[in-house]
């Protein structure tokens, strides 16, 4: 049986993410989840951002979505290796699950950079996994990560008029940089931001890169890419429904309505 792409993440954010899927795959057919009832992750313990993130997980899974991607951030940092190795194998051995770290140390890395910047929640930069992984393949950069808790919640409230300035009390605490990854899915819709504050930077964010390395994983996989339904039909769905995040949602997507599940525990 075909089945559909799965993406998920911790609030709308992923959206962001999902539409660059979309148009750089658009003949398949997709599934969003945002676990907005539990938002945001990045003030969670480990033990709540797996349970949250497994019940998301869980649900995919049984919407028929073989392949998923946890689009978000600190899922990916504390959970993603849990999932690939213990998790999917015992419950689901038929499921693929990928995360957005790995393609995006990967882009931070490509124009030999000595000095990359990281923000993202305090969840994801506690666990230093940027860090981790960029000095796998680069021992010798630096790498300065710093944890930006104000932005989500500006962001899902669709608060921007204080932006600029929030922006900059984070970004005034690094040392010069030749890149900046923007570590949650959430910061897309602020890289103009960081563009006009940091001109001399490269930054990085993950809305243009994932589509073509999701086009990537499945020219590698076609074991996976035939499984694959191509009816070009999307679905977004919630755990719990705000005007604000409802507004950022339809200016990504003005026509689709996101739907309210209440299947994941409170």
Known sequence: ML???????????????TSALIKALPQYDYLYLGDTA?????????????????????????????????????ATSICLRYIQQKYIPAHAPDVKVLGVVIPTVEVALSDNCCRIGVIATQATTNSH???????????????????????????????????????????????????????????????????????????ISQDELMGAKLADYLHRHPEIETKLSRNGQRNFCVTRKNIDSERVAQQLYPQINVA???ILQK
Do not use: W
Request: proline share 5%; with cysteine; glycine share 6%.
């Open 38 to 74: 539990h938002l945001p992750y990045g003030d969670k313990t480990s033990g709540r951002i797996l349970k949250y993130t497994l019940d998301s997980l869980n649900y995919l899974i049984s919407q028929d979505c073989k392949l998923i991607i946890i689009a978000c951030n600190t």
């Open 129 to 203: 996994i940027y860090q981790t992984e960029l000095k796998k393949i680069n021992p010798n950069i630096s790498v300065t990560e710093i944890a930006t808790p104000r932005l989500v919640p500006m962001i899902e409230h669709n608060c921007f008029d204080d932006m600029e300035e929030t922006l900059r009390s984070y970004l005034a605490q690094f040392p010069k940089l030749d890149s900046l990854i923007l570590g949650c899915t959430h910061y897309p819709l602020i890289k103009e931001y960081c563009r006009r504050l940091l001109p001399q930077t490269k930054i």
């Open 260 to 262: 309210e599940i209440s």
């Open 3 to 17: 089945s559909k792409i799965g993406v998920f993440d911790s609030g709308l954010g992923g959206l962001v993410i």
